[in-house]
């Protein structure tokens, strides 16, 4: 494919950040993917550009409607000094469904994934090489419009900017405490639950809050309707092993379709390990957990990888999983994908895409 | 109050727009009002400066995560040239509702009331005084720091801008035809319905699509549960006239608190017509309907003010209300709303809040 994309190098680059102080998303570098779409154009005028502020009209619909969505996905540098993506076509595929429930325009996935390529490739001395840390690839699409009605937008600006960073907790890979939220909704079906759109993520800040207080670091939201039945955490799908078998919610229309999570699954099933997607209780979890079945616990996300979750406080009830320690299912699993991710362990899905 | 606030003047007006052809949200006055929050400050520096682009850094939470909250009310130019606000102090009260909701820091409401004020004696002359036009006034905030972590913003903007409005809809104060939405959902209880934020009109727009491609102006949303009880349309709450009763959905959790509505409610009680907030299934319109007992139905908000209901289609079965035609309830509110807010009729409630 040849790329139609301006390229305007920055003249005054940027210092790297500490590699050891990377933390998440706070530090961008030195360029950006910037592309417009008008409706009588379609998307147009795709280009790399130094990073720099957005100007926008105060009216533009993205501030007064939410019209936006987003991706995540991750660069790896390997020991040998290759840069490779994780599953980057299940990224922009997730993108168009996402543009579809927010009524944005589509776009093209091929093009999109090779301009990414190439940003990346402009930005590689920007990954970090250490373990556990790589280069963050947020690309999104704000409603640019200014106008106050509540419609669709005509106008809006996709942007791709990357971050180096480091682990998405501050517990690193040990595990994290969860609070099994009872008050708040993240998304219910027929809602945006499907979407990776800023409205699910503004309605979980304050539930997130109210755990964080507790000493939690996450919440696990349960259903909207009966709140009886686990759906995922912040920014993360969830297992459990019960008794042998490892279980995650079903993908039942208010939750996000994982790109960890389903790789997981795979995994699992690669490794001969039972596996079902299904509804799952917090009622069960309780009970498993009382009689000794619930083995591990574990969130799946591009930011944390694989997250052990070492408590669940369901009430006031905690649930204390495998002694609060990371589960030696959780481990294989982590080391099994983080490996196939940085190139240490081959990849037997075809995974991995390398960017030249 | 004495105001500690900086006024830039602009050195170029605008011209302004055909006062027959203003919709709803498309134009813009001369200036616009700002203030900034950073965690170690509270809000600082308000000011009223010339209308302008906003410059952000791209990762600003509000277009990732969707921090934002915001309000919107009207000005009124009377006959004899006076300038009137509606109720002004509930939307204050209720924007920082919306704040609690979305982990934003409270605002004084005291204080960004009389900037409001001072802010519309500055832009005075953009108040059209033709009937059913008005000033139409959007207070907001968005979160401003550049941080991909999900968690709420340290820096915030808080902004106001002045938009010269005529009749929401195409339709004016002629009856529109409403769908009732059997698939999406806006909000549900724990969610953010009664909140004034930005996900929430994000999660509409798709079903607003298909409702408009079929004919209709708007969608009633059902309950996010059973989708079985009436909730309110795009932006307006939703009043029936049953059997010479008007009932309204309660608030139950999920829905805007709308000031139009509770006013609306008031004025019923003044007027000792008997008016009930209860859960109203979509089933019972449809019985009312089929037995001549649904006699009005109307919406209420502050940018269409009273929407009269002319059809409803649930499951493409269609409820035409008192012939299409706007009924005589419906329409002595408008008349006294209307009149009440811009000084035709006299306000026995207080609501009328002068801008000298
Ligand atoms: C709400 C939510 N659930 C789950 C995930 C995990 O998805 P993925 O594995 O594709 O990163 C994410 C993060 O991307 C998320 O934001
Ligand atoms: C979702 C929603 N419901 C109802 C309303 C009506 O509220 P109000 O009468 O305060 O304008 C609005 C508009 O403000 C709205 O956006």
Redesign the interface.
């Known amino acids: 494919m040849t790329l139609n994309l301006t390229i305007v190098q920055t003249t005054t680059k940027k210092e790297k950040p500490d590699p050891n102080q990377l933390?998440?998303?706070?530090y961008?570098t030195d360029h950006?993917f910037i592309m417009d779409y008008a409706t009588e154009k379609g998307w147009y005028d795709p280009r790399i550009v130094p990073?720099?502020?957005?100007?926008?009209?105060?009216?533009a619909k993205?501030?007064?409607?939410?019209?936006?969505v987003?991706e995540g996905l991750k660069a790896y540098r390997t020991k040998d000094n290759r840069i490779l993506l994780f599953r980057p076509d299940k990224n922009m595929e997730r993108l168009n469904h996402s543009n579809e429930?927010?009524?944005i325009p589509p776009v093209d996935e091929e093009f999109l994934l090779e301009a990414l390529k190439q940003l990346i490739a402009i930005e590689k001395d920007w990954i970090p090489p250490a373990e556990g840390t790589s280069l963050?690839i947020?690309p999104?699409i704000?409603a640019t419009e200014?106008?106050?009605?509540?419609?669709?937008s005509n106008h809006y600006l996709l942007?791709i900017?990357l971050?180096p960073v480091g682990s998405?907790y501050a517990e690193g890979i040990h595990p994290v405490k969860i609070y099994v939220e009872n008050?708040?909704?993240?998304?219910?079906?027929?809602?945006?639950g499907t979407a990776k759109?800023?409205?699910?993520?503004?309605?979980?800040?304050?539930a997130?809050?109210g755990a964080s207080e507790k000493g939690y670091s996450q919440v696990l939201w349960l259903d909207?309707?009966e709140?009886k039945y686990v759906e995922e955490v912040?920014?993360m799908n969830v297992f459990f092993k019960i008794n042998g078998e490892v279980v995650t919610p079903v993908l039942n229309g208010s939750i996000l379709n994982g790109i960890t999570r389903n790789s997981i699954i795979h995994l699992l099933k690669h490794m001969n390990i039972p596996v079902a997607e299904r509804k799952i209780s917090v009622e069960e979890l309780y009970q498993a957990h009382a009689n000794g079945t619930l083995e591990e616990a574990f969130g799946t996300g591009t930011a944390a990888v694989i997250s052990p979750i070492g408590e669940l406080n369901w009430q006031d009830k905690k649930m204390v999983v495998n002694n609060g320690e990371t589960g030696s299912l959780t481990k294989e699993l982590y080391d099994t994908l983080t490996g196939i991710q940085n190139g240490s362990v081959s990849d037997p899905f075809g995974w991995i895409v390398e960017v030249k």
Chains 1, 2 share one sequence.
């Open positions: 933390g998440f998303g706070k961008f950006m990073m720099q502020n957005i100007s926008l009209h105060p009216a993205v501030f007064h409607y939410g019209q936006t987003f429930r927010l009524s963050y947020r999104y704000i200014p106008a106050l009605g509540v419609s669709p942007m900017i971050s998405y008050q708040y909704v993240r998304a219910v079906q027929g809602g945006t759109t800023a409205g699910n993520y503004a309605a979980g800040l304050k997130q809050e909207g309707v709140k912040g920014s």
